[in-house]
């Protein structure tokens, strides 16, 4: 097949896989703007905060350094689909606060699905000072997580946990995050009011987590409060609680899982 007719192949199949999950693209870039990620971004004394870029300066990761009091874990998110990627500095930032090495992958146009193993541009960085890695993926980034999960399952890969925010695998051959059978340890955290990965979503799709996973149901949460954004995500459903709460809720889950592996 001539190198035209293969992207053309592969930009078929990531429009049938977004047509699919439509539920998980929001119709607009959200863009990321308030106080706590400023806070979360400015390095200290204890964690330095940067952004990796390649030879042609595109931007891989935003990296979480601990500064102090290391260890030898670390943490990926994937974000979610057209979600500034530093909406989700806050999670990384508590990660490395406890020592974690923590990072948020940056794809090009904001969208996960085009570059699923940004995972590797993370773990060949920080390579010599981790020893096990836990990834995580809101929403669409979830998906890919999972995907990313299923391909690196084996010990040489050094993956020890996977968190799914506001998110499930995916069955379809794109994509296949099918880690029932994978050596994971998973959580899956979700908002009871999530209007775009509904809880009966979450249901239906527990086939493809291991039987092991623990499902963390946030009362009150919904999809937009796991990142922060300025406005309430289209289709999604206003949260019965506040953002500081679901996302406390959420940092504290993570952190169980770290803690676990």
């Known amino acids: 097949m001539s190198i035209t007719k293969d992207i053309s192949s592969t930009f078929r199949d990531i429009r049938g896989y977004a047509k699919a999950y439509t539920p998980l693209f929001p119709e607009e870039l959200v863009t990321a703007d308030s106080d706590a990620i400023k806070a979360a ?7 330095r905060v940067f ?11 935003i990296g979480f350094e601990p500064l102090v009091n290391q260890i030898q874990i ?7 689909a057209f979600v500034e990627p530093k909406a989700y500095a806050p999670i990384a930032r508590v990660m490395a606060d406890q020592g974690y090495y923590a990072a948020v992958t940056t794809p090009p146009l904001e969208l996960s699905l085009l570059d699923v193993d940004l995972a590797d541009e993370v773990k060949h960085y920080w390579r010599n000072k981790v020893d096990v ?13 999972a995907a990313y999960a299923n391909d690196h399952f084996q010990p040489e890969y050094k993956l020890k946990g996977l968190v799914m925010l506001a998110s499930y695998p995916s069955d379809n051959p794109i994509l296949d995050g099918d880690v ?4 994971f340890k998973v959580a899956s955290i979700y908002g009871t009011v999530d209007g775009l990965t509904t809880v ?14 623990t499902y963390i149901p946030i009362q009150g949460g919904n999809h937009t409060q796991f990142y922060y954004g300025k406005k309430l995500q289209k289709g999604d459903n206003p949260a019965e609680i506040s953002r500081n709460q679901q996302q406390e809720i959420i940092r504290q889950q993570i952190l169980k899982v770290l803690v676990s592996i």
């Open 41 to 47: 971004m400015t390095s200290s004394d204890k964690v």
């Open 51 to 61: 952004r990796k870029r390649n030879w042609l300066f595109r931007s891989l990761f």
């Open 74 to 80: 670390g943490f990926i998110l994937y974000p979610g």
């Open 133 to 145: 890695w836990t990834l995580s993926g809101h929403s669409l980034g979830g998906v890919v997580a």
């Open 180 to 183: 029932s059978d994978d050596p």
């Open 200 to 213: 009966d979503e979450i249901e239906e799709h527990k086939c493809l987590l291991p039987s092991t996973t």
